[in-house]
Every structure is written in structure tokens, then in C-alpha cells.
Nanobody, 119 residues
Framework: QVQLVESGGGLVQAGGSLRLSCVASGASSSLKAIGWYRQAPQQERELVAVISTGSTITYGDSVKGRFTLSRDNAKATVYLQMNNLKPQDTAVYYC?????????????WGQGTQVTVSS
């Protein structure tokens, strides 16, 4: 079992920056992929950035060039550096992980952290 704990959300003005952190505990070495999704009110959850096998990073189209995902394996932590934030980035950001051999139903999710960008 893996537990994901996010931190770093908050309120920021448009154009500002935030860094989110997600600490994975438990069987974190068994993860195939880890990263971030977000969900805004009345919208579906969408991909922000995920790092998977071979250190391949996939970004959502709306954050490319502004957000950077990184990982510190020694700390079992992933970071999401968010620059040039826009009001449309306002959402609850969830840390996500998928175990080796797992599928969608096996995914782990954190409790979420709120990011609010004011105009």
C-alpha cells in the first residue's frame, strides 16, 4: 500500500509561482508512474504531469512550458514547479501513482491540495 501526501498549495496572483510536493510512503519503490492531476469545479480531472518508466515525463497541453515535474528518489518525493500561473490553473491538485502491473483501478491518490490563482 502506498500513501501520498501533498503540500504546497495556496493563493497566488496571476504570473506568480508555486511549488507542490508529494511524498510517497509505503511501497513507493513499486511504482510505475507518479505525478499530478488536477480538478477544477464542474470539470473533469485532467493530467498535469506524470513521470513514468524510463523517466519519461508527460505534461498536459495547458501547462507545457510553464510547469516542471521533478523527482527526488532518495526522498520518495515528486515536485511540481508551477510558473507563470494563470487563473485557469485554479483547481485541486492531486498526487497520483500507479503500481507496476496495475491499471486504473489500482491507482493511488493523495487527498489533494488547493491552488487558487487570482487575476
Amino acid at each position: 500500500q502506498v500513501q501520498l501526501v501533498e503540500s504546497g498549495g495556496g493563493l497566488v496572483q496571476a504570473g506568480g509561482s508555486l511549488r507542490l510536493s508529494c511524498v510517497a510512503s509505503g511501497a513507493s519503490s513499486s511504482l510505475k508512474a507518479i505525478g499530478w492531476y488536477r480538478q477544477a469545479p464542474q470539470q473533469e480531472r485532467e493530467l498535469v504531469a506524470v513521470i513514468s518508466t524510463g523517466s519519461t515525463i508527460t505534461y498536459g497541453d495547458s501547462v507545457k512550458g510553464r510547469f516542471t515535474l521533478s523527482r527526488d528518489n532518495a526522498k520518495a518525493t515528486v515536485y511540481l514547479q508551477m510558473n507563470n500561473l494563470k487563473p485557469q490553473d485554479t483547481a485541486v491538485y492531486y498526487c497520483y501513482a500507479r503500481p507496476w502491473g496495475g491499471s486504473e483501478g489500482d491507482d493511488y491518490w493523495g487527498q489533494g491540495t488547493q491552488v487558487t490563482v487570482s487575476s
